[in-house]
């Protein structure tokens, strides 16, 4: 009976260490040109904010707020490749933007990207985008949590 009652208890534990292990593997599926489409934004390691547009092509426009100066980097995003978690865009400068490349990676619900500059610019610049739809959805939440929070406790 005892010996019944372990295999069967040894069974159960290995049954949830495997299911766990499966599901704590598991990777997200390649993202689709298609789920790329919108637009895209985050703040760059070093202080910048970057919007990306895109329509379901994967053409669009890439614009950069750089730190130091405050100037405007304007780029119009002419390609877009996916290579399972990899993504790379073909930009065009526009104006006195440099000439950089755009590529990281992307499960389709953030891109991992660096923006590195051409030529006898060797410089880089890390940014994690989110689609700007989640990142409004958030900046909304919070904004009604403090405006509960001032008016209990009349702030």
């Not at 614009?63 to 993504?87: C, H, M, N, Q």
């Amino acid at each position: 009976m005892l010996r019944k009652l372990l295999t069967s208890a040894l069974a159960i534990v290995l049954f949830i260490v495997t299911t766990h292990r499966v599901h704590a593997t598991s990777m997200a599926p390649y993202a689709k040109l298609s789920e790329l489409a919108g637009a895209w934004v985050g703040q760059g390691k070093k202080g910048e904010y970057f919007r990306l547009e895109l329509n379901e092509k994967g053409i669009g426009l890439l614009v950069v707020r750089e730190l130091f100066d405050e100037d405007i980097s304007i780029y119009r995003v002419t390609g877009t490749k996916l290579e399972g978690y990899s993504v790379s865009f073909a930009l065009q400068s526009v104006g006195e933007a440099e000439p950089v490349t755009f590529s990281g990676s992307t499960a389709g619900y953030d891109m991992r990207l660096v923006r590195q500059g051409i030529g006898e610019a060797h410089w880089s610049s890390e940014v994690e985008l989110e689609p700007e739809d989640v990142l409004l959805d958030k900046l909304k939440s919070v904004r009604k949590a403090s405006a509960r929070f001032r008016s209990a406790n009349k702030i």
